[in-house]
């Protein structure tokens, strides 16, 4: 009885051994499929002041500009519908996202001109150009990097003044983090007619959250 009873203990004991062994030898795999998938960033829909026309047009425009550069093999850029941080964060966790980004924008203009209505223009020139305008992920991504890139590029040119101002607020952290994290701010003041100041901005911005992501 005492050997039957010690061979099932042996046995048991070779069980949990192979058992522990192949977890072993598994974690490096789980690891390694886990580094290989891209940080999600969530984007939360701008805020924009001093902007003439549909604000939320502007502000959907900017998402997807920096959509744009948060996007690539070790980024995956996800923008959000939510408008209250709260329920940003709750959209964020089912999108399987672990960081949320924060923006704000706001124009000073030295005389007349309107950011919205450069961007009216500009979502009028994606039209005209073919834009498509599908139902799927790929055609939204599409139809909003051209509307926020011919916003960004011809028409901002087209609008701004010597002396306009932009600043730009942002704030990346994790889900659990929103809040605590303190928000940093950039500024372009245009030094003549037909300067671009958002792209470098969010550009700029876009390096540094990039940055801080690869860090966490």
Known sequence: MRHHFSTTIAAWV?????????AEAAAPERQAAAASEPACVAIMLPSAKGVDGDATAFSTSLRDLFASYLTGPSLRAVPLDARLTTQAVEEARQKNCSFILVTSVTRDRNEGGG???????????AASYGVPYGGTVASSAARGAVVAGAYAISNAAETTKAKDEITLEYRISTLDGVGGSAAKRQKAKAKSDGEDLLTPLVESAAEAVAAAVSRK
């Not at 950011?115 to 020139?125: I, L, T």
């Open 14 to 22: 070779l069980v949990a051994a192979v058992n522990i062994v192949s």
């Open 115 to 125: 950011v919205g209505r450069a961007f009216g223009r500009a979502a009028g020139a």
